[in-house]
């Protein structure tokens, strides 16, 4: 039976980055979830009769909220919703069901890299029919309409099995419970070349996955040891946790340390590799050598034609703002066209969609191509792996090669986590405010050469979207970039990235902090980091 509820509104409902998140107990408060799930319906519309996916990353309240959703969508009028089995479903495997089985669009219920928990974070994001995050003049819509709900619509179907995989009916809508690793290992099939790979581990490549008891462990199981034949044992955390094992499911060097030192270790595998939270992002450590995100997407769309997928050779790249130039370098090198988008997935989705970009990046570990539109962290580390096969060469031979050849941007990332949100705005505002009066100035020696606030204009449908991150750029080409955090749930996070190139290959092997400390301490100097955060260093380097 539908029944209509009366709720009122919460008005800090404003999806980020990527979908709404918020700490568990903020989405436990009555009805905060239906109000949001609602939401994103009263948002969309010609949905009757159709079909939605419906997943998650197996984090704490998960089960909980997949429940809401199955009987909101019945009441809704959804045809048919798929559910991953235990509500299980990656968000690039999410993406790539949605796009197979040309449903309506998907619910994927993720904080991704942030921590689970009874305590940690929650997030809940929609993604369109094209398998991507809704774009931003959809998030907006849905903001409005949580700002005025007054009501949202359920049915009484009770709890469903979702661990039972087969369709059932609830009040008149079909729920199909699909295994969340069938059709993603299929399709990582059919763009990979597996004999290749396989045969690689037969002659003793060793590697090490570590899912950090997230969503990829049954996706990594199945596809490294199951389909490539990786030693058991190759896959590491690889039950999905509930609170993820109490860690911080985030594949950076601080949080996978463990993987790094091992890497860096006498006993070291060929190459390590680790995903986050929802299974979009990776890291890439090749043995003795960490591979930047920034130069693992131009590493790989540099070799991306070694993989059967990509045979033909790519369209165009695209990489966010703040990720580094060395995927320009290709770009320039293959012919083909170089975007530069905002920070965050959404963002790409047009130019995937348009087939003008094939391969996209961002700094934060996220690769990806046109198979989804999601970044998928499997599929980079397949890619890698693809190459490595067919190269026969190390990862670092790779890497070092790459240098030479193309030059090597120095890059890192220094984030200031949980700063008070008015001191992180104020630092922002009183940059904005000196942005014109920067060029031609110099600090430490290097002198500005602009100064501005990255506005993007997206080539397909015209949309513009302002304050995407403050840029100081140096001649010479080095730069550094600050902007907020849409993902954080707490305080605020001031990112900061720093990208210096340097074309000499005598000068490859210099350490990355030590080779940009001109330009860290030019970042101080220009917006007052330490005096308006209150301080010394960065919570987290990357
Ligand atoms: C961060 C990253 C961004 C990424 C986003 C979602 O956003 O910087 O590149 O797309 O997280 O990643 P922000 O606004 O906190 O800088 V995930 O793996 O959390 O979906
Ligand atoms: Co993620």
Known sequence: MIRTVATKPYLDQKPGTSGLRKKVPVFQQEHYAENFIQSIFDALEGFEGKTLVIGGDGRFYNREVIQKAIAMAAANGFGKVMVGQGGILSTPAASHVIRKYKTFGGIILSASHNPGGPHEDFGI???????????EKLTDLIFEKTRTIASFKITDIGPIDIDKIGTVKADGMAVEIIDPVTDYAELMESLFDFDAIRAN????????????HAVTGPYAKEILERRLGAPNGTCRNFKPLPDFGGHHPDPNLVHAKHLYDEMMGPDAPDFGAA???????????????????????AMLAANAHLAPGYKEGLKGIARSMPTSGAADRVAEKLGIGIYETPTGWKFFGNLLDADMATICGEESAGTGSNHVREKDGLWAVLLWLNILAVRGESAKQIVIEHWAT???NYYSRHDYEEVETDRANKLVDELRAKLGSLPGTSVRGMTIASADDFAYHDPVDGSVSKNQGIRVLFEGGSRVVFRLSGTGTSG?????????YEPDKARHDLDTQEALADLIAAADDIAGIKSHTGRNKPSVIT
Do not use: Q
Request: net charge positive; hydrophobic share 35%; glycine share 16%.
């Open 406 to 408: 193309y030059g090597r």
């Open 201 to 212: 581990f037969k002659y003793g490549f060793r590697m090490r996955f570590d899912a950090m």
């Open 275 to 297: 995903s986050d939270g929802d299974g979009d992002r990776n890291l890439i450590i090749g043995k003795g050598i960490f591979v930047t995100p920034s130069d693992s997407v």
């Open 125 to 135: 994001k929609y993604n369109a029919g094209n398998g991507g995050p809704a774009p």
């Open 492 to 500: 605020a996070t001031l990112r900061v990235y720093i990208e210096r």
